[in-house]
């Protein structure tokens, strides 16, 4: 028996890795996906998480927007299966889009869940048909970028063209990257694409931009505990006082 394992039976399932932590609309956080957040390589999860959660209090104040923000795993989809049939089954309707953020990983094995070791950020302009690349580790990702750049060609029937922006901001260790992923994705969704002036033009590079990592996860974390309070108060108004749930907090 493992030293975890044995800590668990100890003290229950309280330091389960899986033990749910979260769950926020179509993503369910795990105690593993938040000790990752704290100071780790961000999880699938994670970047899922900070997409639902933009989506669910950022994008509605816009109703005008058509931007879409995939999650890794539709990225992965993307990039990994070779049936375009079935790719274009399982992504979502890009006829009226925009604009489309695309997390990506450099995992290679298609059997391996969650793997990989760096994440960087694909940015598509459909109106002007142009896929922006933000690595915050030189050109790590740049082959597979490049692949997804071209497997979306495909599924939106109409060329694209990818410009890698070596001006990108740079992560000063190895476990950063997602969370540059993150805070560059919501700025450029927030201060470049819904704030835009629709007569001037946008400059998308991020050339300049200092990018707080430390700060940025705990505002992630504060956020993540803020919502599993109101989940919390939420089923303790609900339920029975002689019931004891074992389901994580939600928020739906």
């Known amino acids: ?7 668990a039976r100890h003290f229950g399932d309280s330091l389960a890795p899986e033990k749910p932590y979260l769950s926020y ?3 369910l956080l795990t105690v593993e996906d938040i000790k990752a957040l704290k100071h780790d390589w961000l999880t699938d999860n994670n970047i899922a998480f900070w997409e639902e959660y933009l989506e669910r209090e950022t994008l509605p ?3 005008q927007a058509r931007i879409i923000l995939l999650r890794p795993s539709m990225t992965f989809l993307l990039m990994k299966e070779p049936d375009m049939r ?5 992504l ?21 869940a969650e793997g990989g ?9 459909v109106l002007d048909g142009v896929a922006f690349h933000y690595d915050s580790l030189g050109g790590s990702n740049y082959a597979e970028a490049n ?3 071209r497997k979306l060609t495909q599924v939106l029937q109409r060329p694209l063209r990818f410009i890698n922006l070596e001006d990108c901001p740079q992560q000063e260790n190895g476990s950063d990257c997602g969370v ?11 201060k470049r694409l819904l704030c835009a002036n629709a007569r001037e033009k946008v400059s998308m590079s991020m050339g300049g931009k200092m990018v707080d990592s430390y700060g940025g996860r705990k505002e992630m974390m504060r956020i993540i505990e803020n919502l599993r309070k109101e989940g919390e108060r939420r089923r303790s108004r609900s339920a029975s006082p002689f019931t004891h749930n074992k389901t994580p907090p939600r928020i739906e």
Do not use: E
């Not at 953020?101 to 298609?110: A, G, M």
């Not at 070791?117 to 302009?125: E, G, I, P, R, Y």
């Open 180 to 190: 540059f992923v993150c805070l560059l994705m919501r700025h450029l969704l927030v």
């Open 86 to 90: 079935q790719v274009r089954a399982a």
């Open 25 to 27: 609309y179509d993503v």
């Open 147 to 149: 692949l997804a750049t």
């Open 61 to 63: 104040k816009y109703p």
């Open 1 to 7: 028996m493992t030293f975890r394992q044995r800590m």
């Open 117 to 125: 070791s760096h994440w960087s950020l694909l940015l598509v302009s």
């Open 92 to 112: 979502p309707d890009f006829s009226k889009v925009t604009h489309v953020f695309l997390p990506i990983n450099d995992n290679r094995n298609v059997s391996v």
